[in-house]
């Protein structure tokens, strides 16, 4: 694996723990909680190694 | 718990969910294996990363299958699943692994060209993950894959493609396409380990002809042809003169162009002593005006749009209500490589490639392609190779 792979899936890692982190923090947004759901799917896919 | 609480729970158990639902399945397509039985022709089985150490512990690593003759003479390289969601190619090669007896000269077959790719897929066209033959002993699976390596194997993608080594800008997804890297290098992109791989077979085993097969759409004016480069262009027209003289179907030669890199048909010829073909069938599932992708429409061929395009004139091939199966697809290939390296043989009676026990156009369209096929259950382990 390359250098710029590592980094692509830290970076990756990184944008899914702050999305699951708003995720447990948000409040009042019902339509917030979905959206940082979907947005998190591609990241895990591919943190999983899956697509 | 509060109300909130049992919101994201829920929110979170139904994400964990739909991940699973969705992931599943293309996580099994991307390990699914696919056995091959060695024929009686078969004498070896190697690994490209043997040509190209840097494709070693990889998902683009993938099989050699050597047939090697009894007596001496030229030798050939066929290529399949350079696209791996044009399985025609997939499909002839694996015929010659299967049934082929080579009793002059030595073929290498690489069925899973590009191997990452044929564990790849394309959701948002509807590609089904798998397609089946159906066989005297049930049904043979295969994986449908997608044109380019999976992202999981090469990432990131460059903004622009600059081919190696002639520095011809491409467009960026072709860095994933094993048919624009040629002739690749060692130490570059993933793809270009696969090519350049490719490229030292035909260097140190002294390989005469390649061939390498693919599909190509019924609107895509290069379909149902042979692409030849000027070196292989005598040879390619006396194949298909041959073909559509005694085998009656139409198989046209393409001029290999000069000034478009990276291709198997130009770059082969430009770097090796090797005489390269490109055969290209014609697949209606790629074409883009059709119904849904399904895996009987990739069998079959059969589409109502198309036949109402076909009476429009924009097809480039002929098509009525039968389809373009896919025994007709892969019957062609069997039959223009067989004449390629019978027509070869004759202009280098030295290094002639004699094949038997391989069935031709006629036999596959006649029987269907399930009975070349053998029984993995049935076979001895060691006979079984999984791909």
Redesign the interface.
């Known amino acids: 694996m390359t250098l ?2 590592i980094a ?1 899936y830290l970076i990756a890692a990184f944008l899914a723990a702050l999305l699951a982190w708003n ?2 923090r948000e ?1 009042k947004s ?1 339509d917030d ?2 959206l940082y ?1 979907l947005v ?2 591609p990241l ?3 943190l ?4 | 718990m509060t109300h ?1 609480r049992v ?2 729970f829920g ?2 158990g ?2 964990v969910a ?2 699973f639902w969705g ?1 599943r399945p ?2 099994e397509h ?1 390990h699914f294996d696919i056995p091959v039985v060695k024929g009686p022709g078969v004498t070896e089985v190697r690994r490209l990363s043997v040509y190209s150490p840097g494709l070693k512990g990889t998902m683009a690593d993938t099989n050699v299958f050597v047939l090697q003759g009894r007596e001496r003479g030229g030798k050939a390289l066929l290529l399949g699943d350079t696209h791996a969601n044009e399985p025609e190619g997939l499909l002839a090669c694996l015929l010659v692994i299967e049934n082929a007896v080579v009793e002059k000269g030595t073929l290498y077959v690489i069925p899973f060209f590009n191997n990452s790719a044929s564990r790849n897929t394309r959701p948002g066209d509807g590609y089904p993950l798998y397609f089946e033959i159906p066989t005297d002993w049930g049904s043979a699976r295969f994986r449908m894959g997608n044109r380019d390596a999976s992202p ?1 194997d090469q ?2 993608d460059p903004d622009v493609y600059i081919h190696y080594p002639e520095k011809q800008m491409l467009s960026f997804i072709d860095v994933r396409n094993v048919n624009r890297t040629w002739p690749g290098r060692p130490d570059g992109p993933l793809m270009e380990r696969v090519t350049y791989g490719a490229m030292e077979i035909m260097r140190r085993e002294h390989v005469d002809v390649a061939v390498d097969m693919h599909g190509a759409e019924t609107m895509f004016p290069v379909t149902n042809c042979i692409v030849a480069p000027e070196k292989s262009v005598k040879i390619a027209t006396l194949a298909a003169l041959t073909v559509k003289a005694v085998q009656g179907f139409d198989n046209h030669v393409e001029p290999s162009p000069s000034g478009f890199r990276g291709l198997s048909h130009r770059e082969i010829g430009d770097y090796s002593d090797t005489l390269p073909f490109l055969l290209e069938a014609p697949i209606p599932f790629l074409d883009q005006p059709t119904g849904p992708k399904t895996p009987r429409f990739l069998l079959d061929g059969k589409d109502p749009f198309l036949l109402s395009l076909a009476g429009k004139k924009k097809l480039f091939v002929p098509y009525d209500a039968s389809g373009w199966s896919m025994e007709k697809r892969v019957g062609q290939h069997c039959s223009v490589t067989l004449e390629i390296l019978k027509q070869f043989g004759k202009k280098n009676p030295d290094r002639p490639v004699v094949i038997r026990n391989m069935p031709r156009y006629a036999e596959i369209t006649a029987s269907g392609l399930g009975r070349y096929f053998a029984d993995p259950s049935g076979a001895e382990e060691a006979k079984v190779v999984h791909n």
């Open positions: 710029i792979m692509y995720f447990v409040r019902r909680l979905i759901l998190l799917v895990v896919m591919r999983l190694r899956v697509k | 909130d919101w994201k929110l979170a139904l994400f739909f991940l992931g293309l996580y991307r999981l990432w990131p």
